[in-house]
Nanobody, 129 residues
Framework: QVQLVESGGGLVQAGGSLRLSCLAS????????MGWFRQAPGKEREFVAH???????????GYADSVKGRFTISRDNAKNTVYLQMNSLKPEDTAVYYC???????????????????WGQGTQVTVSS
């Protein structure tokens, strides 16, 4: 059974940094696309970043415009863990962050939550102004 467990959330001041981790059990993260999404109170869940594999090209990543240049997604295959390094945090980044697994997606489709069928329980990130 595949399980995703997020950690690393917390309270940070604007301009600060956090690194989220997503430990996958029952799944080899290097074989699939893994994504980060977030949901703020009263808002819909939104895409943050994804990391996957493109045949013959290696690792592919994608980011929401709102986090480009500030967030970096990466993975450690030996630890079966995906990370989200978040720098220059803003109050509007406050949300519950979720890790998710997609059996198959490519390109823009990997930005849709519909492409992901396994989700973690989420970790709260709060950025104070």
């Amino acid at each position: 059974q595949v399980q995703l467990v997020e950690s690393g959330g917390g309270l940070v001041q604007a301009g600060g940094s956090l690194r989220l981790s997503c430990l996958a059990s029952g799944r080899t993260v290097s074989w699939f696309t893994m994504g980060w999404f977030r949901q703020a109170p009263g808002k819909e869940r939104e895409f943050v970043a994804h990391i996957g594999v493109v045949p013959f090209r290696g690792t592919s990543t994608g980011y929401a415009d709102s986090v480009k240049g500030r967030f970096t997604i990466s993975r450690d295959n030996a630890k079966n863990t995906v990370y989200l390094q978040m720098n220059s945090l803003k109050p509007e980044d406050t949300a519950v962050y979720y890790c998710a697994d997609s059996p198959r997606c490519s390109g823009d489709a990997c930005s849709s939550s519909d492409a992901y069928n396994i989700w973690g329980q989420g970790t709260q990130v709060t950025v104070s102004s």
